[in-house]
């Protein structure tokens, strides 16, 4: 029997646990308990923080943004801490995971921006910074939420590079191309020129 001490045994231990940490479904709890709703019949359905701006509340969109984050930088500082450098990028990515495949929810499940931007500031903050500071020039731009999200994750792989956290840069590339593959129903209509405005009605 491997012990926890044993390289796989622990990863595993911390791609479960990033797992269970990224899967929270905090859009769908906060919706549920302030009473506006089953998020998932909202709007896109989607139970990230954008769709939960579509109820009207933007306190619970906040907060779903600042959880979404949070769950993702916590999964990768309990990992680094207790594990090392390589489980917290394995954490990172469980958590990721988590978010958009949520076994809670029939593995249907957010698309990975919060969560993306929290488990960045916690692997490298100067990364994660100006991913952060790209969404939210992009954001104010544009005001489309989705155009936001892919600028910022596809521009975090080019921040790695240019501020010497190639440590990072895999792992970063592997999920912007999972943000632009969930997003890719979003590249569509962003195509289309039909792709809807912040603090519109669907998405």
């Given amino acids: 029997m491997p012990t926890l001490e044993t390289g796989l045994a622990l990863y ?16 769908l709890i906060l919706t549920k308990a302030m009473g506006l709703g089953d998020l998932r019949e909202i ?6 923080a954008t ?14 943004l600042l959880l979404d984050g949070a769950k993702g930088a916590v999964a990768v500082l309990l990992a ?6 390589i489980a917290a990028q394995i954490a990172a990515l ?8 949520p076994v809670w929810l029939g593995f249907k499940g957010g698309k990975g921006v919060a969560t993306f931007l929290g488990l960045m500031l916690a692997l490298s903050w100067p990364v994660g910074l100006l991913a952060c500071a790209t969404w939210l020039a992009t954001a104010v731009i544009s005001r489309i939420s989705s155009l936001s999200a892919l600028v910022a994750a596809s521009w975090s792989t080019l921040w790695c590079l240019l501020v010497g956290q190639g440590q990072v840069f895999f792992l970063t590339l592997a999920l912007a191309l ?5 997003h890719r ?4 209509r962003l195509k289309a020129g039909t792709e809807p405005r912040i603090g519109g009605k669907k998405t």
Avoid: Q
Wanted: net charge positive; charged share 10%; glycine share 18%.
């Fill in 185 to 188: 129903e979003n590249l569509t």
């Fill in 51 to 64: 769709n939960v701006l579509r109820t009207g509340n933007k306190g619970a969109a906040a907060a779903t």
């Fill in 178 to 182: 999972l943000i632009i593959w969930r």
């Fill in 12 to 27: 595993a231990l911390w791609a479960l646990i990033g797992y269970l940490l990224g899967s929270i479904p905090f859009g």
């Fill in 80 to 85: 680094r801490e207790f594990g090392g450098e």
């Fill in 43 to 48: 709007g896109s359905g989607n139970i990230g």
């Fill in 94 to 101: 469980a958590a990721f995971l988590g978010h958009c495949f």
